[in-house]
Each structure stands twice: as structure tokens, then as C-alpha cells.
């Protein structure tokens, strides 16, 4: 019992890393725009976020619960300790690389592909719950479209609402808007995000018969909301940089657009107990976004490059996780 409960010490730590490190990965999804736009200062807008993704992490439980139970039953997996720490130490190497590089990857992303790369390495195909993880790659897949799709429609309506009045008029009155769609953006955040190292520790606790169902201890959900507002206020530059100045000029009406629609998006995937990208749902939407301002006037280049990292990530984490599986199987489990 006392070496199971130093696996499960490492196991909590390792979500909360994730988290943390999610936090700040993250933290352009909530205010890059209104940075980039001067409604906020730096200072400020990352408080905000912080303050904000932690109400978000504490409100529900559901995403946690989608995590926890949908791609494997933890209950069935014979090695489910060791699956869960090659999910996390996956999906950290594939976060921080990606913020070092400043591309805005997806968290999700990462944590899907980890665990179902952890999973077929431990107990082969059979070990995957095939409606689960289709329902959650839907998700994935969907979301992002449909970000695209509520940023280019809310930008058409404001842009025709608006067409008479003074530029001037207009930046003044939507950088106020942009303090609550900020607001709005970073509470969705909090609660999905920070949900899914809630769901992964329940996972581990279920493996490791510490508990019989998918229920998230308080404890759990404090903890990780905690770890994420607290990686929230470290701020992640990089991707800041990129999301808020490298795909088209954002000017405060395209950021409160932006910021809506996505955040829409994500809070109705939470609803639905659906884990969604963030960062894409974000960067779909400042891309649908700056369509309906002008076509021309996105980088798509850098979209595209973007986009590259979304399609890449499943696999390369899947593969990661499985080969972190590997090691530990050659070194520890056998």
C-alpha cells in the first residue's frame, strides 16, 4: 500500500504539472487578443485570466468525468498506474516543446493522444473504448469549425451593425467589451481545461481501487484549479505573441468577436461534457474572424502552420506515450 500511494503522490503531481503547465501554454486563449489591442494590460489581463480560470475549474465536474472513463475503463486496466504517468510525462514533453517553439498546440490534443498511445502499448487495441474515444475525437475534430464558422458570423453582424459609425467610436466601445469577453473566455477555459487533470487523477484513483466510481474529489478539484490559475499567472509570452499579432491585425471588434465565439463554443462543450481545445477553438475563431474582415489580410501562411501542429499532435503524443510505456514496462513492470 505505501509504494501504491508514492505511484499515486507521482501520478498527482504530474497532473498538476500538467496543469500548471497547461495554465500558462494557455493562458493567450483568454487575453492575446485584448493584449494585443491594449484593453488590457499584460498585468492585468493575466490576473483576470487567472482569477477567472479558477472559478471556471471549480464550477463542474463533467469533461473530468469524460476523461476519467471514456477512451479506457480504468477499472479494466491491468497496468492502469504506469498508463496514466506515460500520459503525463507525454503530454508535458509535447506542452513544453510546443511553447518553446510558441506554436499554439492543443493541451487536449496532447492528453488524448498520450493516453490512447499509453493505452494500446499496455493492453493493445482491446484496451480502448471505440465509442468513447470517437465521440471525444468528434469533439476535436468539430469544434473547430464551428469556432471558425461563429467568429466569421459574429464579425459579419458587427461589421454591418457598425459600418457607419467612427473607427475611433468603435475601438473605444469594444475595448471595454473586450474586458468581459476576456472574462467570459477564460472562465470557459477553466471549465474545460482544467477538468482534464481532474479527470486523469480520478482515472488513477479508480486504477488504483483507491475509489469505485468516476466521481471528482473535492480535494482533486481544488487542487488542479488551483495549478492551473497558478500556471495561468506566469503567462505564456510566446504564444501570446502568436496569437495576438501573427495572423492578421486584431483591432478591438475583431477581439471581442473572437473572444465570443469561442468562448461560446468551448462553455457549450463543457455543457455537453465534451473535452474541446481551447487553443483551437480560440485560434478558429480569430481565423473565422479575420476572414469576414478580409480574406487577404490573414497570414494564412501562419495558419497553416498552425493548423500542421493540430494534425500532428495526436499521433506524435500517441507514439510519444507509447514509447515512455515502453521504457517503463522494460525497466519497471516486466
Same mark, same amino acid.
Given at each position: +500500500? =505505501?509504494?501504491?500511494?508514492?505511484?499515486?503522490?507521482?501520478?498527482?503531481?504530474?497532473?498538476?504539472?500538467? =496543469?500548471? *503547465?497547461? $495554465?500558462?501554454? =494557455?493562458?493567450?486563449?483568454?487575453?492575446?487578443?485584448?493584449?494585443?489591442?491594449?484593453?488590457?494590460?499584460?498585468?492585468?489581463?493575466?490576473?483576470?485570466?487567472?482569477?477567472?480560470?479558477?472559478?471556471?475549474?471549480?464550477?463542474?465536474?463533467?469533461?473530468?468525468?469524460?476523461?476519467?472513463?471514456?477512451?479506457?475503463?480504468?477499472? @479494466?486496466?491491468?497496468?492502469?498506474?504506469?498508463?496514466?504517468?506515460?500520459?503525463?510525462?507525454? /503530454?508535458?514533453?509535447?506542452?513544453?516543446?510546443?511553447?518553446?517553439?510558441?506554436?499554439?498546440?492543443?493541451?487536449?490534443?496532447?492528453?488524448?493522444?498520450? #493516453?490512447?498511445?499509453?493505452?494500446? +502499448?499496455? /493492453?493493445? %487495441?482491446?484496451?480502448? &473504448?471505440?465509442?468513447?474515444?470517437?465521440?471525444?475525437?468528434?469533439?476535436?475534430?468539430?469544434?473547430?469549425?464551428?469556432?471558425?464558422?461563429?467568429?466569421? *458570423?459574429? +464579425?459579419?453582424?458587427? @461589421?454591418?451593425?457598425?459600418?457607419?459609425?467612427?473607427?475611433?467610436?468603435? &475601438?473605444?466601445?469594444?475595448?471595454?467589451?473586450?474586458?468581459?469577453?476576456?472574462? %467570459?473566455?477564460?472562465?470557459?477555459?477553466?471549465?474545460? =481545461?482544467?477538468?482534464?487533470?481532474?479527470?486523469?487523477?480520478? %482515472?488513477? #484513483?479508480?486504477? $488504483?481501487?483507491?475509489?469505485?466510481?468516476?466521481?471528482?474529489?473535492?480535494?482533486? @478539484?481544488?487542487?488542479?484549479?488551483?495549478?492551473? /490559475?497558478?500556471?495561468?499567472?506566469?503567462?505564456?509570452?510566446?504564444?501570446?505573441?502568436?496569437?495576438?499579432?501573427?495572423?492578421?491585425?486584431?483591432?478591438?471588434?475583431?477581439?471581442?468577436?473572437?473572444?465570443?465565439?469561442?468562448?461560446?463554443?468551448?462553455?457549450?462543450?463543457?455543457?455537453?461534457?465534451?473535452?474541446?481545445?481551447?487553443?483551437?477553438?480560440?485560434?478558429?475563431?480569430?481565423?473565422?474572424?479575420?476572414?469576414?474582415?478580409?480574406? &487577404?489580410?490573414?497570414?494564412?501562411?501562419?495558419?497553416?502552420?498552425?493548423?500542421?501542429?493540430?494534425?500532428?499532435?495526436?499521433? *506524435?503524443?500517441?507514439?510519444?506515450?507509447?514509447?515512455?510505456?515502453? %521504457? +517503463?514496462?522494460?525497466?519497471?513492470?516486466?
Amino acid at each position: +500500500m =505505501d509504494q501504491m500511494l508514492i505511484i499515486i503522490g507521482l501520478i498527482v503531481f504530474l497532473a498538476l504539472a500538467f =496543469d500548471f *503547465i497547461n $495554465g500558462f501554454h =494557455d493562458t493567450a486563449n483568454a487575453i492575446a487578443t485584448s493584449i494585443s489591442t491594449r484593453a488590457m494590460t499584460p498585468r492585468v489581463a493575466i490576473l483576470l485570466a487567472a482569477v477567472m480560470n479558477f472559478v471556471g475549474a471549480m464550477t463542474f465536474t463533467g469533461v473530468a468525468k469524460t476523461i476519467g472513463g471514456s477512451v479506457a475503463d480504468p477499472a @479494466k486496466l491491468e497496468h492502469g498506474l504506469e498508463v496514466v504517468i506515460a500520459t503525463l510525462i507525454a /503530454a508535458i514533453i509535447w506542452n513544453l516543446v510546443t511553447w518553446w517553439f510558441g506554436i499554439p498546440s492543443s493541451s487536449s490534443h496532447a492528453l488524448i493522444g498520450s #493516453l490512447a498511445g499509453a493505452v494500446v +502499448m499496455s /493492453a493493445g %487495441m482491446d484496451g480502448i &473504448n471505440p465509442s468513447g474515444f470517437i465521440k471525444i475525437v468528434q469533439g476535436l475534430i468539430f469544434s473547430p469549425l464551428i469556432a471558425f464558422a461563429m467568429g466569421f *458570423i459574429l +464579425m459579419t453582424i458587427l @461589421k454591418y451593425m457598425f459600418a457607419k459609425a467612427s473607427p475611433h467610436s468603435v &475601438n473605444k466601445y469594444f475595448r471595454f467589451g473586450q474586458i468581459a469577453t476576456a472574462s %467570459m473566455q477564460a472562465f470557459s477555459h477553466g471549465t474545460n =481545461d482544467a477538468q482534464k487533470a481532474m479527470g486523469i487523477i480520478t %482515472m488513477a #484513483l479508480v486504477a $488504483g481501487e483507491f475509489q469505485s466510481d468516476l466521481e471528482v474529489p473535492f480535494w482533486v @478539484k481544488l487542487s488542479a484549479a488551483l495549478a492551473m /490559475a497558478l500556471g495561468t499567472s506566469v503567462g505564456g509570452w510566446k504564444i501570446i505573441k502568436t496569437m495576438g499579432t501573427k495572423i492578421f491585425k486584431i483591432e478591438p471588434i475583431n477581439g471581442f468577436a473572437a473572444d465570443l465565439g469561442s468562448a461560446l463554443v468551448i462553455f457549450g462543450a463543457t455543457i455537453t461534457h465534451l473535452p474541446v481545445s481551447t487553443t483551437h477553438a480560440i485560434t478558429s475563431s480569430i481565423l473565422g474572424v479575420g476572414s469576414a474582415k478580409r480574406f &487577404n489580410s490573414v497570414k494564412w501562411g501562419v495558419a497553416g502552420r498552425i493548423v500542421t501542429a493540430w494534425v500532428i499532435t495526436i499521433p *506524435i503524443t500517441a507514439l510519444l506515450a507509447a514509447l515512455v510505456y515502453g %521504457m +517503463m514496462d522494460l525497466l519497471f513492470i516486466s
